[in-house]
């Protein structure tokens, strides 16, 4: 038998797309509280995903979300973490805020985005590990978290394209004015 590597790109990439997703619930967390929420954006979701970078474009004027909602296009899947607001009760004072009782609700709690940030090292480490191309988004991380797909509870959502291209799609990327039609 003969595979082509053209012909088993995708889902070699969404294998390596699940061991990163792996690799984020894994990763340690502070007190070991688990509250981390992960998925896969592939497909016709992934323009969806475009679609509402868009409109965020549109809403706030920032030109870097139109040139990312072009940009994921280039990914054959998109992962998406973000993490549920918990108070650890650390009264760490990391938030800004002497103890936790005194933090309001809509701030949120250090610790859980120190724990996404360790999660999102470790989905990227082992993405370069399996030698796939990355980029950290916060504007597709956005766009997710607006459309709900981590679920009402999930704040400060991260998404990391993926792709296995000869060249990262993901860098030397040109500025746009225009949104994509």
């Not at 929420?37 to 920032?62: C, Y």
């Not at 989905?123 to 990355?134: I, P, V």
């Amino acid at each position: 038998m003969i595979q082509n590597e053209r012909e088993i790109r995708h889902e070699y990439v969404l294998t390596a797309v699940r061991q990163m997703m792996t690799a984020a619930r894994t990763a340690p967390k502070g007190k070991g509280v688990d509250i981390i929420e992960i998925a896969m954006v592939t497909g016709d979701d992934i323009r969806h995903l475009s679609e509402e970078m868009l409109k965020v474009a549109a809403e706030t004027g920032l030109k870097f979300f139109l040139r990312d909602a072009d940009n994921i296009l280039s990914a054959e899947a998109v992962v998406i973490l973000g993490t549920r607001q918990q108070v650890q009760g650390l009264n760490c004072a990391h938030c800004g805020y002497d103890t936790c009782v005194e933090k309001p609700a809509e701030v949120p709690c250090a610790i859980n985005s120190v724990d996404l940030g360790i999660a999102i090292g470790s989905a990227c480490a082992t993405a370069s590990d399996l030698r796939l191309d990355t980029r950290v988004m916060f504007s597709a991380g956005l766009a997710a978290q607006r459309l709900g797909w981590l679920g009402e509870d999930s704040k400060c959502v991260m998404a990391i394209p993926v792709s296995a291209s000869s060249k990262n799609p993901f860098f030397d990327r040109k500025p746009k004015e225009q949104p994509v039609k």
